[in-house]
């Protein structure tokens, strides 16, 4: 299928319900852009629905897990598994509109001819539940195994009884006419205020079904392809939708009209996807909901190409959801998340408050960087010399309250290492009930920071950071005539004092140190992967000097962790500093793995744990998500963007950004959240990240950097 990478316009968009045949939005992996061998067999397509809100469809070859993914108001997720026959997409667009109250979309599937397919697993509702599906392993399952059902929600329905337990699983349908067989599933919301419908037909002259123990079987009438019709449809409610000339200033469109980039396009599209008034959705399919780290992150990479009027979407939906502290809200639980997260409590302390609204949206305050990004984000938008005095003012008389109460939360959080500056004094992680400290920063995976109780990036880029920001804030509201913020002198005392919390994470090793300690780690992996960097070293060697970088966390005792990292990029996009300790920050960027960070041919490396305990090691083993295994998408354009602002005075900038350029794009992967690597016959393979996400705000990022780097490059 040709794919039309034309840039729908604001008419278009508002003109979405009256065309009702569309080719994809999006489409991963695609012809020209995307290596297909890099993606294993999983395929997915980007629609727009009636209300132009986003619907991912993904086959996942390998399970056969097919999933729909509606990121409307409620994330929801539409899913069942097929085995013993290859299903893929049909030929022809999509159809979509609106019913009853209902929207509506209708594709087609592909089965294999000549044999018959079974389907099941089927799982309609929260997002959220069909990646628990995943995590827990359950699309292994045989097909007829129980359905699907959270604990909580299944306790709940135990308790209240009545309608209650029918609505836990799908009902599932099936009815013949003498042309077409149609099976349909019909999901309630456990409190009945809505539903989803998944509904599968097919010509009984080419093939015909059954239905057993909840598994349809498809035998087809000949060796040729069965088409399946399907159709999923909902009456949740509907996000509003920003247009790209919402979202992008008018210098950048130029650039973009001008480029005529496939990529460029895609990667616009993907962002319109993820843009509504209400917030800006962190990723497809995994996490189609606000997240407000990856909002605010997304907010300073893209201040280069952003209207100046994004910021204030991004700084409304964060200071809509504190709470009664001023902390950030992390992630919003919706639908039938918010049903089983307020299950829960009914279960633990029932009151009857609860049921009359089981959908109340329910937020996760278990982060600590996202509460000192809002600061910096908003300076940098009341700084902002293109944002008219007039509507700066009117922002800040509506939003001045929660802002204050933000920057409260801020200098209470600063004031035990600004009064007394040791490194146990310095902001923590919270504690989980097992007493783990839990990562509460971007490398939110359990062991993302190897244990550690404080974060590098939390407490040398982020604190320090919104310190300062408050200085800013105060001065913009009393020039505007408005309070300023409390005790903001404070602030710059502290601010003072936290801009030296970066030395309780220096680490440095002389060349005899780095050597052995790399050589013990290389010794623990399999002999594969030794062999392969043993012959890096062989072309590259051992520095001959001191190696310094900064460690990713402190233990419960203040004393570094020593896991070399590539959170330095955020120092460098938001900061200045002088060219020695630049140099210094920017080498682990430099040198390969397993010295550096840098792979040849995949990127930077999230993490290198060669220094570290055996027992980091074991941790990275086995969890993989911020592991020496990775490429993070958001890291990358971190250090991208840091290094284009500095062309073209700084060769240094050029070079790094060079390197990390050549090797990120020759992963074939360069565009996705994440990606990993094989190593097979001697030969290092990028290939995707289970997890990842196809389309992820800070990964789409770059947007910012290719804008820069044709603005500061010079031209050739």
Excluded: C
Aim: charged content about 20%.
């Amino acid at each position: 299928m040709a794919y039309d990478f034309r840039p729908m316009s604001l008419l278009a968009l508002l003109l979405v319900a009256q065309a009702p045949a569309q080719a994809p939005y999006v489409a991963f992996p695609a012809p020209g852009l995307d290596d297909p061998a890099a993606y294993e067999g999983y395929t997915t397509r980007v629609y727009r629905d009636s209300r132009a809100n986003a619907v991912q469809i993904y086959i996942d070859a390998k399970s056969g897990r097919v999933v729909h993914v509606w990121a409307d108001a409620l994330d929801e997720s539409l899913g069942f598994t097929t085995r013993d026959a290859a299903v893929g997409f049909g030929a022809g667009e999509a159809t979509v509109g609106a019913t009853g109250g209902r929207r509506w979309l209708r594709y087609a599937l592909t089965v294999q001819g000549g044999r018959s397919t079974r389907i099941g697993h089927f799982l309609l509702g929260s997002m959220r539940i069909e990646r628990d599906f995943g995590y827990a392993g359950r699309v292994r399952d045989s097909l007829d195994a129980p359905p699907f059902v959270v604990p909580e929600m299944r306790q709940l329905a135990q308790r209240l009884g009545g309608p209650y337990a029918a609505r836990l699983t799908p009902s599932l349908a099936v009815t013949r006419t003498a042309s077409r067989w149609t099976i349909r599933a019909t999901q309630p919301s456990l409190d009945g205020k809505n539903r989803l419908w998944l509904t599968l037909s097919g010509e009984a002259r080419h093939s015909r079904v059954t239905l057993a123990n909840r598994v349809m079987t498809i035998r087809a009438g000949s060796a040729a392809p069965v088409e399946v019709r399907v159709e999923i449809a909902t009456d949740a409610p509907a996000l509003h939708p920003l247009s790209r000339e919402a979202i992008f200033n008018a210098a950048f469109l130029r650039f973009a009209d001008s480029a005529q980039s496939r990529r460029l396009e895609r990667e616009i599209r993907s962002f319109e996807l993820l843009s509504s008034r209400e917030k800006l959705l962190a990723a497809l399919p995994n996490f189609a909901t606000y997240f407000g780290r990856d909002m605010l992150l997304t907010a300073l990479l893209m201040e280069p190409v952003w209207s100046d009027t994004m910021p204030e979407h991004v700084i409304r939906a964060a200071l809509r959801k504190l709470n009664a502290s001023g902390e950030v809200s992390h992630e919003e639980a919706l639908g039938g998340q918010a049903i089983r997260e307020n299950a829960a409590r009914y279960l633990q302390a029932p009151d009857p408050a609860i049921l009359r609204d089981l959908q109340a949206v329910r937020e996760n305050y278990f982060m600590v960087d996202d509460d000192f990004q809002l600061a910096i984000v908003a300076a940098r938008y009341l700084a902002d010399p293109d944002v008219p005095t007039a509507r700066k003012r009117a922002f800040l008389e509506r939003w001045r309250g929660p802002l204050v109460s933000n920057l409260t939360f801020v200098l209470r959080s600063a004031a035990p290492y600004a009064a007394n500056p040791v490194a146990t004094n310095l902001v923590s992680f919270h504690r989980d009930d097992d007493g783990w400290w839990h990562p509460g920063s971007w490398r939110d995976s359990r062991v993302g920071y190897a244990g550690g109780r404080f974060a590098m990036d939390v407490n040398a880029v982020w604190v320090p950071g919104a310190l300062r920001a408050i200085g800013t804030i105060d001065s913009t509201l009393r020039s505007l005539g408005l309070a300023g913020v409390p005790e903001a002198g404070n602030a710059v005392l502290a601010a003072a004092t936290w801009s030296g919390a970066v030395r309780h994470f220096e680490v440095a090793l002389t060349p005899a140190e780095v050597e052995a300690r790399v050589r013990a780690k290389l010794a623990s992996l399999p002999d594969a992967e030794r062999m392969y960097w043993e012959q890096v070293l062989i072309r590259t060697g051992f520095p001959g000097d001191t190696l310094r970088f900064l460690a990713v966390s402190l233990d419960e005792a203040g004393r570094p962790i020593p896991v070399m990292n590539t959170d330095p990029a955020m120092l460098l996009l938001l900061e200045n500093g002088s060219r020695e300790r630049e140099m210094e920050l920017l080498r682990p960027f430099t040198l390969l793995y397993p010295v550096g960070l840098l792979v040849d041919g995949l990127g930077p490396l999230a993490a290198n744990d060669a220094y570290a305990s055996p027992s980091v090691w074991a941790m990275f083993e086995n969890d993989l998500y911020h592991s020496p295994r990775v490429v993070w998408g958001r890291e990358v354009n971190t250090l991208l963007a840091a290094m284009a602002r500095r062309l073209p005075r700084d060769t240094t900038a050029e070079r790094v950004l060079g390197k990390t350029l050549d090797a990120v794009t020759r992963s074939g992967l360069q565009h996705a959240e994440l990606w990993s690597y094989r190593i097979d016959a001697g030969s290092l393979r990028p290939v995707r990240y289970g997890a990842s996400s196809d389309i992820q705000l800070w990964s789409l990022a770059d947007l910012a950097v290719q804008y820069l780097l044709n603005a500061r490059r010079p031209t050739q």
